[in-house]
């Protein structure tokens, strides 16, 4: 099992930037990647960003792409997201997650943190 714990989120005005981090700990070689998630309220949990821990590439949601960027330090097992260009629609609270490598699952999550824009 990972734990994951992240740090950072808050309230922006629309056009802002905030940045969030998690730091994982545990059974952290069984991860292939880590990723961020998001629910909004009365929606469903979305895909935002996620990081292949051996090749290091991206991949991200349409809906962030050019305004979000991951970064993962794999010597520190901790992994960032750089989120510019605010808008109020991405208003939500942002999940770290660890992908499992043998079977690709999401299997360990972080706490949550609260990302709220205002308009």
């Known amino acids: 099992q990972v734990q994951l714990v992240e740090s950072g989120g808050g309230l922006v005005q629309a056009g802002g930037s905030l940045s969030l981090s998690c730091a994982a700990s545990?059974?952290?070689?069984?991860?292939?990647?880590m990723g961020w998630f998001r629910q909004a309220p009365g929606k469903e949990r979305e895909f935002v960003a996620r990081?292949?821990?051996?090749?290091?590439?991206?991949y991200y949601a349409d809906s962030v792409k050019g305004r979000f960027t991951i970064s993962g330090d794999i010597a520190r097992n901790t992994v960032s997201l750089q989120m510019n260009s605010l808008k109020p629609e991405d208003t939500a609270v942002y999940y770290c997650?660890?992908?499992?490598?043998?079977?690709?699952?999401?299997?360990?999550w972080g706490q949550g943190t609260q990302v709220t824009v205002s308009s």
């Open positions: 997650a660890a992908q499992r490598r043998y079977d690709s699952s999401w299997s360990s």
């Open positions: 990081i292949s821990w051996s090749l290091g590439s991206t």
């Open positions: 545990g059974r952290t070689f069984n991860t292939a990647a």
